[in-house]
């Protein structure tokens, strides 16, 4: 399994502009996780998904993200304007559901670097 | 909702000495605590994680030991290598919250 597959790696967008994060988690994961990772504020939980169900998202920051997930293969972190302060490495995990419920084998992808300028 | 807090910010150690890393959490019904070393413009990897069921586990030169009755969890390392050099997150999860809580992380500096 190539792991948890994100897109692009790098993206430098203007002030306003519409930016589209890409995941491809590991095949027969049944969590997805939106991660945001700051020098401020360490690595904070954004959105997660289960069976492609939106299930907590609490930690995003506002009206301007939006995340989904059509299908078990693929999800999106979309932030519509952008705006400096968003700029962060976002990483996308997924996981497998563990017996006796809570789940395990949390793996990162590589990340997005964004930077709005 | 959950609360992570890790000690300490920064560790700088001698190459071949013991580090620890030390976490405390906030909500009791926290079932799961992985532990990730990420280096430089790196992901996050997981390097070894316990369940609540389990008071220590060890990985070669790796352990993690859980006292849930103080809520808190460490990360030891012996013998460390130079490659030991990264920031340590830990983290926690379960109690209804699938999603993980993370640490602020400690940068591990191993002095030649």
């Known amino acids: 399994d190539a792991g948890v597959i994100q897109s692009p790696r790098h993206e430098v967008t203007e002030m306003g502009q519409e930016v589209t994060l890409r995941c491809k988690p590991i095949?027969?994961?049944?969590?997805l996780f939106w991660y945001r990772q700051t020098m401020m504020r360490g690595l904070e939980l954004l959105i997660y998904?289960?069976?492609?169900?939106?299930?907590?998202d609490s930690g995003m920051p506002e009206d301007r993200f939006s995340a989904k997930m059509p299908n078990a293969s693929f999800s999106t972190l979309k932030i519509q304007p952008s705006e400096p302060r968003d700029s962060a490495v976002y990483f996308c995990?997924?996981?497998?559901?563990?017996?006796?419920?809570?789940?395990?084998?949390?793996?990162f992808g590589s990340g997005t670097r964004l930077t709005v300028v | 909702g959950e609360n992570v807090e890790q000690h300490p910010s920064t560790l700088s150690v001698q190459e071949g000495d013991s580090a620890v890393i030390k976490c405390t959490y906030s909500?009791?019904?926290?079932?799961?605590f992985p532990w990730y070393k990420q280096e430089l413009g790196k992901r996050p990897q997981l390097i070894i994680d316990?369940?609540?069921?389990?008071g220590e586990k060890k990985d070669q030169r790796i352990a993690v030991t859980l006292n849930k009755t103080a809520k808190h969890f460490s990360l030891h390392i012996t013998e460390t290598q130079p490659e030991d050099s990264a920031v340590y997150f830990c983290?926690?999860?379960?109690?209804?919250?699938?999603?993980?809580?993370f640490g602020k992380g400690t940068h591990l500096i191993i002095q030649p």
């Open positions: 998904f289960n069976n492609n169900v939106p299930i907590d």
């Open positions: 995990a997924s996981s497998l559901s563990g017996p006796g419920g809570g789940n395990y084998g949390y793996t």
């Open positions: 095949s027969g994961h049944d969590y």
């Open positions: 316990i369940r609540s069921n389990v």
């Open positions: 983290a926690a999860s379960g109690g209804g919250a699938d999603g993980l809580t």
């Open positions: 909500d009791s019904a926290s079932n799961y």
